[in-house]
């Protein structure tokens, strides 16, 4: 069963950072009697006390917010020691493998990996690694990113597909599930040369798991292979999504700067607008240069329903 309530005893200067760290992360504050302040989020409450003071977390999110927030961010001590009993393949050696920019028209596509054991996986907990689709501030990514590479024992590949290579290798792959496939043994292959004994790799499930065993098989890695949905859940997997979203924001923040056009996420209004910028301003050649050409935004930027955007993330 989940947790659902939680009290812990803070410091005044504990109590003056939760604050801060509830700010940064757009929770809505309101007046409570007894309490130094109060705040909301979804449907987590957070209420800290002015006697004690004291923090209570109430709601389906507590137990996510006391190991990912209050924890490693407030309390700096991990304290719910009952993960490795509920969830022993976690901290048991594998490989997490995650993707970023699979459904963003601008931008590489990249694919991490990362090896845990039961040590790195209590040491990336502690640290506050969760989901990177978790975390909107990019300063955060790369905090987080810089601290995972830092933990003693973690082995980590990213490959990173930039859109020119990407555009090349989607025409001949034919097939969005197939690149990404190869993308991901890569990272696995990449890792397996680094740590040769880990027997298992996880990988967020996003096709049929014999596209992703058939390309192993081409990379010629024999190992126990676990895809699963909402594989973030795994501390692996999260600590990858983190490093292959640190690549792909990095790599929009440059090429933003260089082309004097701010490139943004995702596939909206926004970013048709953005790409016509690109093509009034570069030419209609350097649309491949930043775009994943076969996504349906192509069509609405050019207006040749018969050419490129056949195809969506």
Known sequence: MSLTSHTAPLTTAQAARLKEVLEERGYDFEAKPYTLYAAKKGKLNVSVYEKGPKVLVQGKDTEDFIRFILEPEVLGEAKLGYEEELDPEMFAPHFGIDESGKGDYFGPLVIAGVYTDATVARALMTAGVM??????????????????????GVATSVVA?????????????????????WGHA???ANLADQRPKCPRALSDQFARPDVLLRALKQQNITLQLDQRTKGESDIAVAAASILARERFVEWIDKSSSAGG???PLGASTAVIEAAKQVVAKHGIEALGKVAKLHFKTTS???G????????SA
């Open 131 to 152: 989901d990177s689709k978790r975390i909107s501030s990019a300063k955060r990514i790369r905090d987080l990113a810089e601290k995972i590479r830092q933990v003693p």
């Open 161 to 181: 597909i930039g859109p020119e290579r990407y555009n090349e290798m989607f025409r001949s792959f034919g097939n969005l599930n197939r690149l990404l496939a």
């Open 186 to 188: 890569k990272v696995i």
């Open 261 to 263: 056009i701010v490139l």
């Open 300 to 302: 609405a930027v050019t």
């Open 304 to 311: 040749d329903s018969n050419g490129a955007g056949t195809d």
